[in-house]
């Protein structure tokens, strides 16, 4: 264990955080390469319990009557962070180190265009086994 994350709001629409380094030197090399922008970014694990699924009007969906093919938004509205990790690539590419929002474009908007592409496949796997 190189630190721990010590805070985490949102912020824009964004999981934000905060890590702590240990004082040890594995934390102190690792505060380096991050400073130096050798790592930048971050692996979060989660586990989402419950989703709000609505359609491109903002109307709630029934989850029996979705189809993989509809224009619909997956919200997480109950879930659970339980670690993160810094990554030299991270599976999530705007999971970040420093502000996410200095990249340029609309970052968060980017971000929800994933999550929709993914929760889709995650509920057409459920479907289809």
């Known amino acids: 264990m190189l630190g721990r994350l010590i805070e985490t709001w949102f912020e824009r629409g964004a999981l934000v955080g905060k890590f702590k380094l240990n004082a040890t030197p594995e934390g102190k090399k690792a505060e380096g390469m991050v400073a130096r922008g050798e ?3 971050i692996s979060a694990g989660y586990r989402v319990e419950d989703w709000e699924i609505t359609d491109e009007d903002g109307d709630v969906v029934d989850e029996a ?3 993989w093919d509809d224009d619909l ?5 109950r879930w659970q962070l339980f670690e993160a990790s810094l990554a030299g690539v991270p599976a999530d590419a705007s999971a970040a180190v420093r502000s996410m929002m200095s990249r340029g474009g609309n970052a968060v908007a980017d971000i929800r265009a994933r999550m929709r592409a993914r929760q889709r496949i995650v509920m057409r796997r459920r479907r289809h086994g």
């Open 39 to 41: 790592i930048t970014g």
């Open 65 to 67: 009557s979705v189809r």
């Open 73 to 77: 938004t997956f919200t997480a509205t």
